[in-house]
Each structure stands twice: as C-alpha cells, then as structure tokens.
Nanobody, 123 residues
C-alpha cells in the first residue's frame, strides 16, 4: 500500500506564492508519473501539471508560466511551486502518483491519490 500526503496549502493574497509538497510512502519500488489536479467548488477536477520519471513536464494552459512542477526521486516527493496566484486558482489540490511496488511486477502500475490540500487566493 502507498500513501500520498500533501502539504503547503493555505490562504494567500492574489499575486502571492505557495509551494505544495506531496510525499509518497509505503511499498514503493519506483514512481513513474506524478501529477497535480485541482477541484474548485461546483467544477470538475482538472489536471494542473504532470511530470514523468525523466522530468518531462506539461501544464494546463491556465497555469503555464506561473506554476512549476518538480520532483525529488530520492525522496519520493513531488512539488508544485505556484507563483502569481489568482483568485481563480482557489481549489482543493490533489497529487497523484503512478507507482510500481515491486521489481517483479513492473507492469503492475497503480495510481494513487492524496487526500487534498486547500488553496485559497484572496483579492
């Protein structure tokens, strides 16, 4: 079993910054892709950013140039640096990880979700 724990959310004024962290623990051989999603009240959950094990990234158009996704493979931890925050960035942010738990089962990749962390951006 694998657990993802997010931290770093909070209340910030528009134009400010926050850095989210996502620490993975449990039975982990390797983490393939990691990602960040968000869900605002009354809206569907959307992909914010993703990063492969090799470091390739992609972003939602709404956050390009403002958010940066990164990871520390040695620590099994992912990050989302959020700058120039806007009120429309207000949402619960969730991290995801595609995890291989055993070298004997390399094709058995499981997707895990964190519990979410609230980000609120005020005017």
């Amino acid at each position: 079993q694998v657990q993802l724990v997010e931290s770093g959310g909070g209340l910030v004024q528009a134009g400010g910054s926050l850095r989210l962290s996502c620490a993975a623990s449990g039975t982990i051989f390797r983490i393939n892709g990691m990602g960040w999603y968000r869900q605002a009240p009354g809206k569907q959950r959307e992909l914010v950013a993703a990063i492969t094990s090799g470091g390739s990234t992609n972003y939602a158009d709404s956050v390009k140039g403002r958010f940066t996704i990164s990871r520390d493979n040695a620590k099994n931890t992912g990050y989302l640096q959020m700058n120039s925050l806007k009120p429309e960035d207000t949402a619960v942010y969730y991290c995801t990880a595609h995890v291989i738990s055993s070298p004997l089962a390399m094709s058995a990749v499981q997707l895990y979700w964190g519990q979410g962390t609230q980000v609120t951006v005020s005017l």
